[in-house]
């Protein structure tokens, strides 16, 4: 007895099989889709991140830059003021004026010490004097301060009120 040969599938059922095939290779593929479309989510949220934090750093490093330069030109424009009041030089005071007209466009403001409570963020205290004001008020600012974007560039030096001692001299 010889073998038989094999007996042709009908066509049909190549079909059916054929649509199965096709049919798990799109569900493989839209697996595939949904995991690679995960990913790129995932990787532009970490691009958007970094950019994010980049540009803050950035910024950060500016402001640092701006306020190491602002800090300088605030010194250079209390000298200034120092020589316009000691010279009574017109000139000179009209140069310390654009300077701080300047300073101001920048973004740098004065810290207003005298009379306020005093706060050793904002004020160096160089003394201490009995005063008629409450303990702890600035009485004098010696040396002014400056704010830039609401950070202390300087501390402004002052002096400060203290309760008047007790005890008597002898």
Do not use: W
């Not at 207003?112 to 004097?129: I, N, S």
């Amino acid at each position: 007895m010889t073998p038989e040969p094999p007996k042709p599938k009908p066509k049909r059922q190549k079909a059916e099989e054929r649509i199965a095939e096709l049919e798990q290779q799109l569900t493989d593929t839209g697996k595939t889709l949904e995991a690679t479309t995960t990913q790129l989510k995932y990787a532009k949220a970490d691009l958007d991140n970094l950019q994010k934090q980049t540009q803050r750093r950035i910024e950060e490093a500016n402001d640092r830059n701006n306020a190491r330069i602002l800090t300088q030109l605030a010194t250079l424009a209390d000298e200034l003021a120092l020589v316009a009041a000691t010279t009574k030089n017109e000139a000179t005071a009209m140069i310390h004026d654009k300077l701080l007209r300047l300073l101001e466009a920048e973004g740098v403001k004065p810290i207003d010490a005298k009379g306020k409570p005093f706060d050793p963020y904002r004020h160096e205290a160089v003394l201490e004097v009995e005063d008629d004001c409450p303990p702890g008020t600035v009485v004098e600012e010696i040396r002014g301060g400056y704010t830039y974007k609401d950070k202390v560039l300087r501390a402004a030096m002052v002096k400060v009120a203290r309760a008047p001692s007790t005890t008597k001299d002898e």
